[in-house]
């Protein structure tokens, strides 16, 4: 792979990475935004692929491979099961802030992220150091969501945009985060969102509803 | 491969295959399945650490084994020390443990975790680098904590040691952290051997923040004054046999930490550490051992006697310290193999203590020393056990905590001309302190003995106590043919003991010779021998009851009924019992102690002049628990009450102040830069 094509698909995958957290952010139908979070597990795992084939090491393809399953096989499809047994209510209705903001706010995130992850870049300039700032991004957005949607099931799609943010940033700035390590963050994501399933599943069979607005009474 | 590796190896695989079978096998066969794992595991360190005091040492990298720092194993002879106590303790308990676990302790999770723990504490004294020790270090704390909650359902009160063990043992890891990892920020890399090479440049100041520190942490492990509370809470609430592996096993690695961190990583230090460590090892012995003869609750008592024997075992690592700061490494040696002899007495007879214990609690189902008596013929092994545990601890010849108090008193009292004012001034107290202590010793143990086992029994329950499984009573057994070898023969052990603690001070020679069954002291006149104590005293006693037999036959011998005072026959409601026991001592400390003392009288209705019931309560609270920690937890639950301001359940609210703190941290990092 030449340094050009490479620098592309690099470029390619970060962009992708991008796009579908923000469009995430616009989408509000629930099937439509674990559809969203599948293709970018896709792209992130595209990410890890190019660096895996730039750099000739087959122990990050297979860590790319991993991904791909978890990323975009497993985790939508355990999504996907919670909201089909969620029932008929399947519309995101009210998003704390509404879509407009939420995209301008995506905006001024992507510039704090670029602001701050100047002195990464700088650090060691190259191709895969200069795609940081999307990965800082896409934790940023993902925080957003987490904390400005009512749905149980769209904040748990907040949290695994920010462990994707994480994770890109890893790539990027390493260019090879050990084995061990990533195989306990994606054991860590894969415990969490099952925790987090079951919890939503007792939450509908208690309330009926999984708006965490409604968990205020249990304040002690 | 030595001995030594291969003990280790074999203790560090059959401890997770134990745990593995706790959870696979059968509720029927799972408590002897564990607990042969958890004594073959121990037995294992046991051999290790035998090995590596004889001077079979290695030292094993496994850097992919742990992310980051990896993981790094050192057996030196110190360390094989400490495997020695931790791997028979672990025999014994696990012995016992499978008779005791029927009782109602046999589910899954708690059998699974004993073996952990052992493993756990095994792997503690033998870590090389600080990421290796800290997470040994947590997992002990951890599955200590599994195990003190077993019994949590059952009794509320374990859920309050719970939550005292889990808050304090963690504070005290925060405290060995920020002291280890200092010492590692002066330092090239994480590994020990790293630690030592940048203790000798050390910026001024860095070295004394370390040892106090961790002093601190490793303190609190060990149930030092004033970081105790959690002890005789969590050790009396935990099943008996965890409560062993705690009492004799778990808190010496306190002892350990102190000693590494001190001697061989700081290597030594100016002479007001060890004045320190002294000082509060005095005040823990004596406070010790003086709440341990109020109490008379068996186990709370037992547990405040770990605390007066930690006390004791520092003032000889501090008197060691101060010894070898004053450049005397050879009384520094005595002083220092006196602590660590008395780490492994106590050892013994607090194993073969808390077994008893437990097989009164699996008896009759209590732990008050007010409600039993009169067990000496409805369990006549555990009565043997428990009269041989507290001649052991009474520091009397011929018991085996006799022989360490007795170097640890000929260290201090040959220390005084060493040098200085300091000294001076510091060895004389230190030796009241551990004579105060070893009297006050005598007296709580012939109270939890007589009271607790002789005369009458003072409750239906130890009325109907039967003796204990068979695999209770070879446990009990195990650990008191220990204690007896340590008490008649501690020849066995002193020379490999002596050297390692010339080794740890940096002397020279050993500071015991061993001549026969006589050990003598080098450099200073003392000389003893256990064996011919012991013989000796045998020949006087059956002498005196020769004697006696002969003169008594003179005369002529008939039964009569005991005196009485006329009162009718003699019930259980006269005899004394522990609060009673302990009263004169009571009011010998009672500025101390103050305790709290309630006498409701109630009346006839017909006449104020007669008296129709008197009701007396007495307790005696933690005075320096009152003191320190009250005021803490006030001030933590006021700051409590401000934060729930903050805390309005909307889960939205809290993830947004993350997001905004996120935020706000980015964006001061972008400006500011």
């Known amino acids: ?220 | 491969m030595n001995l030594a590796q291969l003990g280790l190896g074999v203790a560090v695989a059959v401890g997770p295959l134990s745990a593995i079978a706790a959870i696979l096998v059968p509720q029927r066969i799972r408590a002897t399945a564990v607990g042969a794992g958890t004594a073959a595991c121990g037995a294992a360190g046991a051999v290790s650490g035998i090995c590596a005091v004889s001077g079979q040492t290695f030292s094993l990298a496994l850097p992919a084994l742990l992310p980051l720092s990896g993981v790094m194993v050192t057996v030196d002879t110190l360390s094989g020390v400490f495997l020695v106590v931790t791997g028979g303790v672990a025999v014994a308990a696990g012995i016992y443990g499978i008779g005791y676990a029927r009782h109602g302790l046999d589910g899954r999770l708690v059998q699974a975790v004993f073996p952990l723990f052992v493993v756990a504490m095994l792997l503690v004294p033998v870590a090389a680098s600080v990421g290796t020790f800290l997470v040994c270090w947590e997992l002990m704390a951890l599955f200590s904590l599994l195990l003190v909650l077993a019994e949590h359902q059952r009794r509320p009160e374990v859920a309050v040691a719970g939550r005292w063990y889990a808050v304090m043992t963690h504070l005290g890891l925060v405290a060995i952290l920020i002291g280890l990892v200092v010492l590692a920020g002066n330092a090239t890399g994480d590994s020990f051997a790293a630690l030592r090479e940048a203790a000798r440049h050390l910026p001024p100041g860095v070295a004394d923040v370390v040892f106090v520190v961790t002093l601190v942490g490793f303190g609190s492990k060990a149930g030092i004054v004033p970081l105790h509370a959690w002890l005789p809470r969590a050790h009396p609430e935990a099943p008996s046999h965890v409560s062993v592996l705690m009492s004799a096993a778990m808190v010496n690695l306190g002892v350990y930490g102190i000693v590494r961190v001190g001697f061989d990583l700081l290597g030594g230090g100016p002479r007001w550490w060890w004045l320190l460590v002294l000082v509060l090892g005095a005040a823990s012995a004596v406070y010790g051992i003086l709440q341990a003869a109020m109490s008379a609750d068996l186990k709370r008592l037992l547990g405040y006697s770990t605390t007066e024997n930690m006390g004791l075992v520092l003032v000889g690592v501090g008197a060691a310290g101060m010894f070898a700061s004053a450049g005397n490494t050879v009384l520094a040696g005595l002083a220092l193999a006196a602590a660590l002899l008395h780490v492994i007495n106590h050892a013994a007879f607090k194993t073969l203590l808390f077994l008893a214990a437990g097989s009164v609690l699996h008896a009759t189902g209590s732990r008050d020393l007010d409600a039993l008596g009169g067990l000496r013929t409805r369990m006549p092994a555990t009565t043997a056990a428990f009269g041989l545990g507290a001649l052991a601890a009474s520091a009397l010849p011929p018991g085996t905590a006799f022989v360490s108090e007795w170097l640890l008193l000929q260290a201090l009292i040959h220390g005084l001309p060493a040098s200085g004012v300091t000294t001076a001034i510091a060895m004389p107290v230190a030796v009241a302190a551990v004579a105060l202590t070893a009297g006050l010793a005598v007296a709580t143990f012939v109270k939890a003995f007589g009271v607790g086992f002789l005369a009458r029994p003072r409750s239906a329950a130890a009325e109907k106590a039967s003796e204990s499984p068979v695999s209770m009573l070879v446990g009990m057994g195990l650990a008191g043919v220990g204690a007896v070898v340590l008490a008649l023969a501690p020849t066995l052990v002193l020379p490999a003991l002596g050297s390692v603690a010339a080794r740890t001070v940096g002397s020279a020679d050993s500071p015991t010779v061993v001549d026969g069954v006589t050990v003598r002291l080098a450099e200073v006149a003392g000389s003893l021998s256990p064996l011919m104590l012991a013989v000796a005293l045998v020949a006087a006693i059956m002498l005196t009851v020769g004697v006696l037999r002969v003169v008594a036959t003179r005369r002529a011998r008939r039964a009569a009924r005991l005196w009485d005072c006329g009162a009718g026959p003699l019930s259980a409601r006269m005899e004394y019992t522990a609060t009673s026991f302990a009263e004169p001592l009571q009011r010998v400390f009672d500025n101390v102690l103050q305790p709290e003392t309630d006498v409701d009288v109630t009346h006839t209705r017909e006449s104020s002049y007669l008296v129709e019931a008197v009701a007396y309560r007495r307790r005696v609270p933690d005075r320096i628990e009152r003191r320190l920690y009250q005021p803490v937890l006030k001030l933590v639950s006021a700051w409590g009450r401000v934060g729930r301001r903050l805390a309005t359940g909307s889960v939205h609210r809290y993830l947004g102040y993350g997001f905004y703190a996120v935020i706000a941290v980015l964006l001061v990092l972008a400006v500011t830069r």
Do not use: K
């Open chain 1, 1 to 220: 792979m030449s340094d050009t094509t490479y620098v592309q698909l690099l470029d390619l995958a970060c962009g992708g990475l991008l796009l579908t957290a923000v469009l995430v952010l616009w989408r509000r139908e629930l099937v439509v935004i674990i559809g969203v979070f599948a293709a970018q597990g896709l792209a992130l795992a595209a990410l890890v692929e190019v660096l895996a084939v730039h750099e000739g090491s087959a122990e990050l393809g297979g860590v790319a491979v991993g991904i791909l399953v978890l990323r975009a096989g497993v985790l939508p499809w355990l999504l996907r099961r919670a909201l089909a047994q969620a029932g008929p209510a399947r519309r995101e209705t009210r998003p704390l802030v509404n879509v407009a903001a939420s995209l301008l706010a995506a905006a001024l995130l992507t510039l704090l992220a670029y602001a701050v992850s100047q002195p990464l870049v700088t650090l060691a300039p190259s191709p895969a150091t200069h795609a940081i700032p999307v990965g800082v991004t896409v934790f940023l957005i993902g925080f957003f969501v987490l904390f400005s949607r009512r749905r149980a099931l769209s904040q748990l799609v907040g949290f695994l945009l920010m462990d994707n943010g994480i994770t890109a940033v890893g790539f990027l700035t390493t260019a090879g985060v050990g084995l061990i390590v990533e195989l306990g963050v994606s054991l860590d994501v894969l415990l969490a969102v099952l925790v987090l399933r079951i919890l939503t599943t007792r939450m509908r069979e208690t309330f009926g509803d999984t708006d965490l607005d409604e968990l205020r009474e249990l304040h002690d």
